[in-house]
């Protein structure tokens, strides 16, 4: 059984403990981080179901951290916890796009169930996925960010351009200044399939089409 991935950023030890054991026990694989600054580290790297978010954090307000999903356009959706209650704190929090906002002291069992609704709409209604996206000049798959050479960037990126169409491998050469010979490409190639883990004898994604080129299926 899958399980569902949350981030609690929170720097209570007491609440982070109390909320990680209850979670685990129900089969949720949580993780946690203290500051804004680890969090949005943490989205960057990997994929997650769900955000608890506390607003009084040691290094920002936990509304940076709404920002930064609402400005990447990221399908994450957010659970404020806070013990402010006043209604302007709540406002802002929804502007920024939270999707739910819970006062302390918190009922769990509460907690829970708002949850698993908001995974569920999430699942139900929100586009699938892709596998690779290109943002601020950095390539993801899979939610993590790869650490490319400029000449793997530009391959990797112009493969995406004509994503699910085949690459005559001279026309892909010629395309890159900095490479020489289709020799080179295929160099590029296997270091590309290395970094997102695509077997080489049998690739999933950088897809070789013998005696033509070069195919990126997603």
Do not use: C
């Not at 999707?99 to 929100?126: Q, S």
């Not at 000049?137 to 112009?158: D, G, M, W």
């Amino acid at each position: 059984m899958i399980k569902n991935k949350i981030l609690l950023v929170e720097d209570d030890t007491d609440i982070i403990l109390w909320i990680s054991s209850y979670f685990e026990e129900f089969g949720f694989d949580l993780k946690s981080t203290e500051t804004v600054t680890d969090a949005i580290s943490h989205i960057k790297q990997f994929h997650y179901d769900l955000v608890i978010l506390d607003l009084n954090l040691p290094d920002f307000l936990g509304y940076e951290v709404l920002k930064y999903i609402q400005d990447n356009k990221l399908s994450l959706p957010i659970i404020v916890i806070s013990a402010y209650s006043d209604m302007k704190t709540k406002l802002r929090a929804f502007k920024l796009g939270a999707k739910d906002y819970m006062v302390k002291p918190l009922n769990l069992e509460e907690l829970e169930a708002r949850i698993e609704i908001h995974i569920r709409d999430t699942i139900n209604f929100e586009p699938k996925q892709e596998i690779f996206t290109l943002q601020n000049n950095q390539i993801y798959f899979q939610n993590q960010a790869l650490k490319l050479t400029k000449i793997e960037y530009e391959i990797l990126k112009t493969l995406l351009k004509h994503k699910n169409s085949i690459l005559e491998r001279e026309l892909l050469s010629r395309s890159l200044s900095s490479i020489s010979s289709t020799r080179s490409l295929d160099y590029h190639i296997k270091n590309l399939r290395k970094k997102i883990g695509d077997n080489p004898s049998n690739p999933s994604y950088i897809v070789t089409v013998y005696g033509v080129g070069y195919k990126l299926n997603i």
